[in-house]
């Protein structure tokens, strides 16, 4: 089994900056995808980021060049930098973890960004 933990959100105002950390713990592989989703209030669940490895990510395209993703696989912890946050970022941000065709969610932290 894996457990997810997320941890940094908070209230931030327009232009600000946020740092996420997902720690994993269980049964970790090291052939896996970690990423990062979010959802806005009334609003469907929407990929933020991914990363595969140490190095290869995606980005949605409303992120790029504000949103950096990273992972410490030594730690099995994923990181979301957030700079330059925009209302429209708010939303409950929620670590995934996919590993041998299963996949895992932390219970989400909340972002807030006011204008």
């Known amino acids: 089994q894996v457990h997810l933990v997320e941890s940094g959100g908070g209230l931030v105002q327009a232009g600000g900056s946020l740092r996420l950390s997902c720690a994993a713990s269980?049964?970790?592989?090291?052939?896996?995808?970690m990423g990062w989703y979010r959802q806005a209030p009334g609003k469907q669940r929407e990929l933020v980021a991914l990363?595969?490895?140490?190095?290869?990510?995606t980005y949605v395209d409303s992120v790029k060049g504000r949103f950096t993703i990273s992972r410490d696989n030594t730690k099995n912890t994923v990181y979301l930098q957030m700079n330059s946050l925009k209302p429209e970022d708010t939303g409950v941000y929620y670590c995934?973890?996919?590993?041998?065709?299963?996949?895992?969610w932390g219970q989400g932290t909340q972002v807030t960004v006011s204008s």
């Open positions: 990363i595969v490895g140490g190095d290869r990510t």
């Open positions: 995934n973890l996919r590993q041998l065709s299963q996949i895992y």
């Open positions: 269980g049964s970790i592989f090291s052939i896996n995808v």
